[in-house]
């Protein structure tokens, strides 16, 4: 895999165990003697859109904080309709595990992130590695993701008014290919009766978020079953989750909240973490 700079992301087409190939892009450098976090993380797009390049704000500003990143490529419905997206995104984590040293140094914490649709893939495959028992995770990062495939709450409601297409209502339709697939904890993490196992999880989102409620709501849910949740609204945030899917080079909404809330994190959980090299 080409080295990235520090400030030049490195495309490149990984080989998963699988045989599959998938497109990942790199983000940030690691010098000899570095044990950076890893991530593997997952860009928005209702599950029906986006790519590499929408990734890329989310992903610079992971890599800003410290982190070496791995970004997916992953299958988009409705060609790729629930588990194929779930199905690579695991198999890339486990790419990631295996050349972990390489990528990030020895002892390198593993992480899942995503927003927006991104986030319900990075949630569904933690839950993956924890009920396979591998790889462990020092923690997920949740920016506004997309958890409720009712697409009712309050939040979301306020943000789309009286309009009769929702973006979100549509990606959610043609992800899952039916009422079965709604029922999976993979598909809907925030349904899944069990949770406990999880890592620690950092959820993040605008006031003003379409995704806020259901994302408080996952964390509340997950706090109330013994996990280690931080969570945390940013009252400037504005056009959230729609901001943080844009290839722009400005940065975004609350750039620098954002980053002090991943250093943060990474600083409280890759200490716990216990990884064997």
Same mark, same amino acid.
Not at 10 to 29: K, W
Not at 117 to 139: F, K, S
Not at 187 to 215: C, H, K, Y
């Given at each position: 895999?080409?080295?990235?700079? @520090? ?9 998963? =165990? $699988?045989?599959?190939?998938? =497109? ?22 209702a599950f029906i859109s986006g790519s590499l390049d929408s990734g ?8 800003? =904080? ?6 997916? %490529?992953?299958?988009?419905? @409705? ?49 993956? %590695? ?22 009712? $709450? ?45 890592? @620690? ?12 409620? #259901? ?12 996990? #280690? ?44 973490s216990e990884l064997k090299p």
């Open positions: 895999m080409p080295t990235p700079s @520090p400030d030049r992301p490195a495309d490149d087409v990984i080989a998963l =165990a $699988t045989g599959q190939q998938v =497109a990942v892009r790199t983000y940030g450098h690691k010098k000899a003697g570095d044990c950076l976090p890893l991530v593997v993380h997952f860009h928005g797009g890329c704000t989310v992903a610079h500003l992971l890599a800003a =904080a410290g982190a070496r990143v791995v970004s997916v %490529a992953y299958p988009l419905a @409705p060609e790729h309709p629930f588990p194929q997206p779930l199905e690579i995104g695991y198999g890339v984590l486990q790419w990631a595990w295996r050349h972990r040293v390489r990528l990030a140094g020895k002892g390198a914490p593993v992480y899942l992130a995503g927003e927006e649709a991104g986030g319900n893939l990075a949630a569904g495959v933690c839950m993956m %590695a924890r009920d396979q028992r591998h790889p462990p995770l020092a923690g997920q990062i949740l920016l506004s993701p997309m958890l409720d495939p009712c697409v009712g $709450t309050p939040s979301l409601r306020a943000a789309t008014g009286t309009a009769t297409d929702c973006k979100w209502a549509q990606g959610w339709h043609l992800f899952l290919r039916s009422a079965h697939d709604a029922q999976h904890p993979y598909a809907v993490p925030s349904a899944a009766q069990r949770l406990a196992g999880l890592p @620690p999880t950092l959820v993040l989102v605008g006031q003003d978020d379409p995704m806020r409620d #259901e994302a408080l709501a996952y964390a509340a849910r997950l706090e109330s079953a013994g996990l #280690e949740v931080a969570r945390h609204v940013f009252d400037k945030a504005r056009q959230w989750p729609d901001a943080l899917l844009q290839p722009d080079p400005r940065p975004c909404p609350c750039a620098d909240e954002v980053q002090a809330q991943f250093q943060r994190f990474f600083a409280t959980t890759r200490c716990r």
